[in-house]
Each structure stands twice: as C-alpha cells, then as structure tokens.
C-alpha cells in the first residue's frame, strides 16, 4: 500500500502530517470566505450540501494552482551555455 495512503488496519497515516494539519486548516478558512461555515457544527460537514463542499475543495485547488503559477513565473531559467 503506498506510504500516506489509508489503511483501514491502522487507520489514516499521513506523509506530512503538518502539511495535513494546514490543508484542513485552510479548508474552514475558505469555507469561511465562501460563507459555507455556518452549516459545519464542530467539524461535522453532513449537514453541507455536495454544491458548497465542492466549491470549498474547487477553491482551494484554484488557488493552489495560482500559487504554484506564480512560483514558477518567479523562477528565472537557467542560463544557457554555448
């Protein structure tokens, strides 16, 4: 079974479990931003509709796509030699 996969033996392992801890983090403060918070009741998200979780996970994957583009525009090429 690959590494950080769940395994239902052992239960969730993560590769990076501060990398985990960030992500749910930011999920409720997008979830936040989006005004999807007020049906999560002490981390339960049964009472969110499949529209607003989807909208949570759809913005943050578009932000990291935007934070990844704007890394990669920030890197200058190596230079070339000839």
């Given at each position: 079974?690959?590494?950080?996969?769940?395994?239902?033996?052992?239960?969730?392992?993560?590769?990076?479990?501060?990398?985990?801890?960030?992500?749910?983090?930011?999920?409720?403060?997008?979830?936040?931003?989006?005004?999807?918070?007020?049906?999560?009741?002490?981390?339960?998200?049964?009472?969110?509709?499949?529209?607003?979780?989807?909208?949570?996970?759809?913005?943050?994957?578009?932000?990291m796509?935007?934070?990844?583009?704007?890394?990669?525009?920030?890197?200058?090429?190596?230079?070339?030699?000839?």
């Amino acid at each position: 079974m690959a590494r950080g996969s769940y395994n239902r033996s052992r239960g969730a392992t993560h590769v990076v479990p501060e990398a985990w801890q960030a992500m749910n983090n930011w999920k409720y403060e997008i979830a936040r931003e989006l005004g999807v918070d007020s049906n999560i009741q002490n981390g339960y998200w049964g009472n969110v509709s499949s529209r607003d979780a989807g909208s949570v996970g759809g913005h943050m994957t578009r932000k990291m796509v935007e934070m990844a583009q704007q890394q990669l525009a920030a890197k200058t090429p190596p230079a070339t030699t000839r």
